[in-house]
Nanobody, 113 residues
Framework: VQLQAFGGGLVQAGGSLRLSCTAS????????MDWYRQPPGKERELVAS???????NYADSVKGRFTISRDNAKNTVYLQMTSLKLEDTAVYYC????????WGQGTQVTVSS
């Protein structure tokens, strides 16, 4: 299984970005897919999850600003990020809740003032 994440970049505070994660297999087979992020010098943290039935969960720090969604036909999971803050700067990874867990290569998001 390969996950390819893209869509990161440099954005000003208050701006928006949409990340995409495309899988090499049918994502219907994954009960849950996640977006994680790793800020500079910090540990990786869970940002958002989407369950196969469409239910979603978010870290408190991004609730109301980020939206995770999935398009099974495109084997793609998205993370729409709005009202970006400096503290959202991180490398963002998509991942599957499987054993073993699969990870994308990461995409850098940098929020500037």
């Amino acid at each position: 299984v390969q996950l390819q994440a893209f869509g990161g970049g440099l954005v000003q505070a208050g701006g928006s970005l949409r990340l995409s994660c495309t899988a090499s297999v049918n994502i219907i087979s994954f009960v849950q897919m996640d977006w994680y992020r790793q800020p500079p010098g910090k540990e990786r943290e869970l940002v958002a999850s989407i369950i196969h039935d469409g239910n979603t969960n978010y870290a408190d720090s991004v609730k109301g600003r980020f939206t995770i969604s999935r398009d099974n036909a495109k084997n793609t999971v998205y993370l729409q990020m709005t009202s970006l803050k400096l503290e959202d700067t991180a490398v963002y990874y998509c991942s599957t809740l499987t054993y073993p867990r699969y990870w994308g290569q990461g995409t850098q998001v940098t929020v500037s003032s």
